[in-house]
């Protein structure tokens, strides 16, 4: 914990979850997470929490690797860095030397950009970019803080994507036209080899609540990943998330095949040697990816299963 | 390999005898101890002696990624819910000095108390109890953990001390020092067996014989250069994560001599197509 942040109000209050943690204080949280020669695979066995404060650069224009749906101020917020989930397919493997989940508590300065931002023009925020927000709400109440926050700014967009089934955090909050809750799916054959997350089946449950209870629902097939029998593998998964979602409910669909920034792929091949890491992806502009004609194939197939259920002009591939 | 880098000899007769190590002819300055795996060095007082002395250790004997080294010893304890012979596993080094603060991974149980320990040049008195940031206190922790950590992981690297005042010692007692360390021995045993299970089970790569045999024959039979050598590497890898085994069909590749350039990459794209599904 850096000790410029003890005494702050979200400090507190994710002290309070956790009453037996050793705490240990720092200056920098750099001074731990950034340290030389950590073991990343291992600190996913034992991730630490490390409380922050952010100084400079609340909000980041998002990757060009990210769908931008259209919105010309595409930005996402870094209040948390690194997920308790490890999947093996994550961007953060890549980009961090550190496996430890670090929360900046300074809420109320993202805000104030925010709301400088605003003033200038209009606001696509992705604030669980870094993170799986929604994972995280019960140690820290981040989610519901941005929720309560983006109710009145109108000319703010917030997608909160997840693949989280802690429907907890929701259920007590308002639905608001300008939050997007995006779920990402993947079929439950891809879940159980490299996710470790939460099954398809209860994640469709609470998809379903949400929709239920008059929030906005994105569905994110992101990443496609290859492998054997894929075809059959997708159009099962497509079918089966159709005959149980009402597709008219679903604001929209995302579909993008496995990309990475090649500086991250050979950092992540250092640290794991695993089917996703070690797989022959080819070279495009600033990433690695399966070949044009692989990718064409699953965005094409993909597409084309989707759209019996989904109108094209709801549909956004990358 | 477990290094364990210890202040006074009289630290380190009862590890020494526990561990049952035998002193190594070493020319060097330093008296060294080994068993099979474990070497313990006496590095003398201070932080510039620890950090001379674990450098040479690890230097002298091969350090590999997934070794382990220790600093025990006895400490001062400031105040605070500290008693002697309380066994401690520190979770923050500082250097007094320079201030610098050194962060050991913990990433395993253990049944010791944690705290933050701060490493003097000189012996603490408790009229400098202002002076002083950690909860414990000792004249080497700061220079162990700095030189160790130039080499190994993190979470390999650990000091571990023993309350032996509350600063208000007088003299040392040689026979209370080696008593409290023998009491806590099993403790220190049952972390280095928890470190060396965690390593065994996580770090040590186990680099396939099999791989490497067949990638030395397909390379000279089929004229493979070096990156395809590489790719091919990866297929072969991956195949054994997803089917634990290498295919027998490769016996068939392994066996082709080929005459020419073209003709060994004619088969190396059959077999990339054969290993990629």
């Known amino acids: ?318 | 390999m477990i290094y364990i880098t210890i202040a006074f000899y009289v630290e380190g007769k009862p590890i020494i005898d526990y561990f049952n190590l035998k002193k190594l002819n070493d020319s060097s300055k330093f008296q060294i101890f080994n068993k099979d795996e474990i070497f313990l060095i006496i590095s003398g007082e201070g932080n510039i002696n620890s950090a001379i002395a674990t450098t040479y250790l690890l230097t002298k004997y091969g350090w590999k990624n997934e070794d382990i080294a220790l600093n025990i010893g006895i400490c001062g304890a400031k105040d605070g819910g500290f008693s002697k012979g309380d066994l401690i596993l520190c979770n923050k080094i500082i250097n007094h000095n320079s201030k610098r603060a050194f962060y050991p991974d913990i990433l395993i149980s253990h049944d010791m108390k944690e705290a933050s320990l701060e490493s003097f040049d000189f012996p603490v008195r408790k009229y400098h109890q202002e002076e002083i940031e950690g909860d414990i206190v000792d004249m080497e922790g700061a220079g162990f953990f700095e030189a160790a950590s130039s080499f190994l992981y993190s979470h390999n690297i650990h000091c571990i001390k023993i309350v032996y005042d509350l600063l208000d010692f007088d003299k040392i007692d040689p026979k209370m020092v080696q008593e409290i360390i023998i009491k806590n021995i099993f403790k220190i045993e049952n972390f280095i067996n928890s470190l060396l299970t965690l390593n065994e089970k996580y770090l040590q790569r186990r680099e396939d014989k099999k791989i490497k045999e067949i990638l030395e024959k397909l390379k000279s039979n089929l004229h493979l250069t070096r990156s395809m050598e590489i790719e091919l590497k990866k297929l072969l890898k991956i195949y054994l994560i997803r089917y634990k085994q290498i295919p027998e069909e490769i016996e068939e590749f392994v066996n082709i001599k080929v005459n020419s350039k073209k003709e060994g990459k004619e088969y190396f794209e059959k077999l990339k197509n054969f290993l990629t599904f």
């Not at chain 1, 209050?13 to 997470?33: C, D, M």
């Not at chain 1, 639905?175 to 799916?185: D, K, Q």
């Not at chain 1, 997350?197 to 949400?210: C, G, M």
């Open chain 1, 1 to 318: 914990m850096e000790k410029e942040i003890i005494s702050h109000e979200i400090t507190k209050e994710i002290l309070k979850k956790f009453p037996n943690s050793q705490i240990i204080t720092v200056n920098h949280y750099k001074e731990v997470f950034s340290r030389p020669r950590q073991n990343y695979k291992l600190q996913e066995l034992s991730k630490k929490l490390i409380l922050a404060k952010k100084r400079e650069k609340f909000l980041s224009p998002a990757s060009s690797l990210c769908q931008n749906f259209g919105h010309p101020y595409f930005y996402y917020a870094n209040l948390i860095v690194n997920c308790i989930f490890n999947c093996d397919y994550c961007f953060l493997k890549g980009m961090y030397s550190s496996a430890n989940i670090v929360i900046f508590v300074n809420i109320e300065d993202y805000f104030k950009e925010i709301d400088e931002i605003l003033k200038k023009h209009p606001l696509y925020l992705s604030p669980s970019y870094e993170t799986d927000l929604l994972a995280m709400e019960e140690i820290v109440p981040f989610f519901s803080r941005f929720v309560n926050y983006a109710y009145s700014k109108e000319n703010l967009i917030l997608e909160v994507r997840t693949k989280s089934v802690n429907y907890t955090a929701i259920k007590n909050l308002k639905p608001s036209p300008n939050i997007i809750l995006a779920w990402t799916l993947l079929p439950q054959e891809i879940i159980e080899r490299y996710e470790k997350t939460p099954n398809l089946s209860l994640r469709i449950n609470t998809i379903k609540r949400a929709i239920h209870d008059g929030w906005k629902v994105r569905l994110s097939f992101d990443p496609i990943i290859l492998v054997e029998n894929w075809k059959e593998i997708y159009k099962k998964f497509i079918d089966y998330i159709f005959s149980e979602i009402p597709a008219s409910k679903i604001q929209d669909i995302t579909i993008g095949v496995f990309r990475i920034p090649k500086e991250y792929l050979k950092r992540m091949r250092k640290k794991f040697e695993n089917e996703i890491t070690l797989f022959p992806y080819v070279e495009d502009i600033d990433a690695y990816t399966y070949s044009p004609s692989t990718k064409e194939e699953l965005l094409n197939f993909i597409s084309s299963k989707v759209k019996n259920y989904i109108p094209e002009d709801k549909i956004y591939t990358i």
